[in-house]
């Protein structure tokens, strides 16, 4: 009876038990694959916030894995002897689902690490910096991430509404936003849900840096709930869809957004501040910056930079069809813009120019992308490269230690920007350069 009962019940077990190994191991094969690739190729360094996992407590549930929204296009984070890693530092983009989803509490989110420390300005818990009444939200706090810029622009200006005063004075406000990316567009929202007397100044247009991206870009946002709005639940949708939503939201909430004007210095008077812009001054209580950790574009600060075929961000790849493209950088931005104009260029040749000897800092998709449009011949990569100088019909280029001129109509600077940190400072915020902490 024993030995039935045991052949019953005890054969579908082994054979549970046995697929679970196998259904492990081949796990765990995926996740050194990946882990090996990417030290192989040099990315070992993560571009920003990430995960840290604590192996003592981690349980190896994989919970954190099937979070990542990478997943399962890119292996971020993979199981290697039944705990939690990191196998593919490059491609995490500081989502920080892995952290909520994990149920023992062994993840914590950090910026930097050891060989590559990131500035991050000090921040209260609710956003004030070390200047009272000054409060970051966004990409110049460290969250690049839409959904994420979001929901600090609503905490941000939650925080001010219950903790900070009210304006005193004829004209003056009770909080200026500066900056109208996703951060600023829902604290400005959430300003006017509290009944805050409150504009906000962009220098550029709508959106921030999600203006600034190439047309029909895909960004990757979540579900999330704005003030005055209600239940947004966007995925995968384009650049445009995006700020076309914004703009009718903007309109039929009639919100005080002055566009083409940039702050230039932000002093203290009595209980607030004045703050002078290339349009005037604002007075307010509060000040809230959403400005992004882009600053000014870097220039390349050669001869004939300031000829007008050199721009510094991809609008439309369209208005390049046909011409010879020299795109600089090393990013995803730069990738993705010599790509784009690559893919639809012919007669043109596209050149892409990087100092660096990698594409370390830009996600796999946009690495394939160059890869399969270099095979085609219609991209040129020049990598350990520089511009020398910029002339009306051509470049020069210094490239495995000589010189090489290139014929050329057009010239895309995607070198990053200059970071805010000495506006920041002119203020007496305090930076901290944060080398693998939280």
């Not at 209980?271 to 992004?292: K, M, N, P, Q, Y």
């Amino acid at each position: 009876m024993n030995s039935a009962m045991l052949l019953v019940y005890g054969a579908p077990l082994a054979l549970i038990w046995g697929w679970y190994l196998r259904r492990q191991q081949n796990v765990e094969r995926r996740s050194v694959t990946a882990r090996e690739r990417s030290a192989a190729a040099g990315f070992a360094e993560p571009a920003s916030l990430h995960p840290v996992i604590d192996t003592v407590r981690c349980i190896g549930c994989g919970s954190c894995v099937k979070a990542c929204p990478e997943q399962p296009e890119h292996h971020v984070l993979g199981l290697i002897g039944n705990k939690a890693q990191l196998v593919s530092p490059s491609d995490c983009i500081g989502h920080g689902a892995c952290r909520s989803a994990c149920p023992v509490d062994a993840i914590t989110l950090v910026f930097g690490s050891a060989q590559r420390g990131i500035d991050i300005p000090l921040l209260s818990p609710h956003f004030e910096s070390t200047v009272p009444g000054i409060f970051i939200a966004g990409e110049l706090g460290g969250m690049g991430l839409i959904r994420n810029a979001l929901s600090q622009g609503m905490q941000a200006v939650n925080a001010i509404h219950k903790h900070r005063p009210r304006a005193r004075g004829v004209g003056a406000l009770d909080l200026l936003i500066v900056g109208a990316g996703p951060a600023g567009f829902a604290a400005s929202l959430t300003a006017m849900s509290h009944g805050l007397k409150f504009a906000t100044v962009e220098q550029d247009s709508l959106g921030g840096c999600v203006f600034q991206y190439p047309r029909a870009k895909m960004v990757m946002t979540s579900p999330v709930t704005l003030p005055l709005v209600g239940r947004l639940r966007f995925g995968h949708t384009s650049k445009e869809a995006l700020l076309e939503f914004w703009r009718g939201v903007e309109r039929k909430m009639n919100l005080p957004m002055h566009y083409g004007e940039r702050v230039e210095s932000i002093g203290r008077e009595g209980d607030g501040f004045l703050v002078r812009t290339t349009r005037g001054e604002h007075r307010a209580a509060s000040v809230l910056l959403a400005i992004g950790r882009r600053g000014t574009p870097r220039k390349l600060d050669v001869p004939g930079e300031e000829l007008p075929k050199v721009v510094y961000r991809l609008v439309d790849p369209e208005q390049y069809k046909g011409q010879d493209v020299l795109v600089v950088g090393g990013g995803d931005s730069a990738l993705e813009a010599a790509a784009s104009i690559a893919e639809l260029n012919a007669p043109g040749m596209v050149t892409l120019s990087y100092r660096g000897d990698a594409f370390g800092r830009a996600k796999p998709r946009n690495r394939e992308r160059i890869s399969a449009v270099e095979r085609d011949g219609r991209l040129r990569v020049l990598l350990k490269s520089q511009v020398r100088q910029i002339e009306p019909g051509s470049v020069t280029l210094s490239h495995e230690g000589r010189n090489e001129a290139l014929r050329n109509d057009a010239v895309i600077v995607s070198a990053g920007g200059v970071l805010p940190t000495d506006f920041l400072k002119s203020i007496g915020i305090e930076i901290d350069t944060k080398y693998g902490t939280a």
